[in-house]
């Protein structure tokens, strides 16, 4: 009688300290990168990266300060959810974030940039580096912080949880920002959270 053999699945080897070092910063720089691109081009995006940009439309503080400031309240909900470990990972990348913001602000002299490519280019290193950051057990703070908890509890995709709050964030720009700017920040609200989709999800690699 013929048998079929289940395939045995390698066993993953943990990330050492190294490597989650240079993967985490590897993310911050993408990231903040990113940001950078899309503020020039009188952007925003979705999660608190996208409210830190929208929030800088009205009130005159550096990008890394706003961003650090909004993330403060999901660390409690980060340590109480998902132990000391996670939240203090996440903790530093944001601190990391806002320190990048503020040296490429300081190192990256674009005096204008098109819309189009703003949003595009943006969105993929935004969310390129949240997929860095994600794999090594880590976050970029806020509406990210929800998304992997909801992941890793009740099996929603994180792409999809962040679509749904990126949307509300972009909507809030019509109150600042042109029409035109506003739908070109939805595009690339949507090209990140795509990114996001495809690429981390239950069953596929997510780092130890």
């Known amino acids: ?69 909004l993330n403060v309240p999901f660390f409690a909900l980060a340590a109480h959810r998902s132990g000391w470990s996670f939240t203090f990972r996440s903790a530093a990348t944001v601190g990391l974030v806002s320190l990048g913001t503020a040296v490429t602000a300081a190192h990256l002299d674009v005096a204008s940039v098109d819309p189009w ?17 994600f794999r090594h057990r880590a976050s970029v703070g806020g509406f990210s912080i929800v998304a992997v908890l909801l992941q890793e509890r009740s099996g929603i995709r994180a792409g999809h949880v962040l679509m749904a709050l990126d949307t509300l964030v972009v909507l809030a720009a019509f109150a600042v920002a042109p029409p035109l700017d506003v739908l070109v920040s939805a595009a690339g609200a949507v090209l990140l959270s795509l990114v996001v989709t495809f690429n981390h999800r239950p069953g596929r690699y997510t780092g130890f």
């Open 1 to 69: 009688m013929a048998t079929t053999d289940t395939p045995t699945l390698p066993t993953a080897i943990p990330h050492g300290r190294a490597e989650d070092l240079l993967g985490l910063v590897t993310g911050v720089v993408l990231v903040a990168v990113g940001m950078s691109l899309l503020r020039t081009g009188g952007l925003v995006t979705g999660g608190i990266a996208g409210a830190a940009l929208l929030l800088g439309h009205v009130v005159d503080l550096p990008l890394g300060v706003l961003f650090f400031a």
């Open 117 to 133: 490519f703003a949003a595009v280019v943006g969105n993929l290193l935004c969310g390129t580096g949240l997929l860095v950051v």
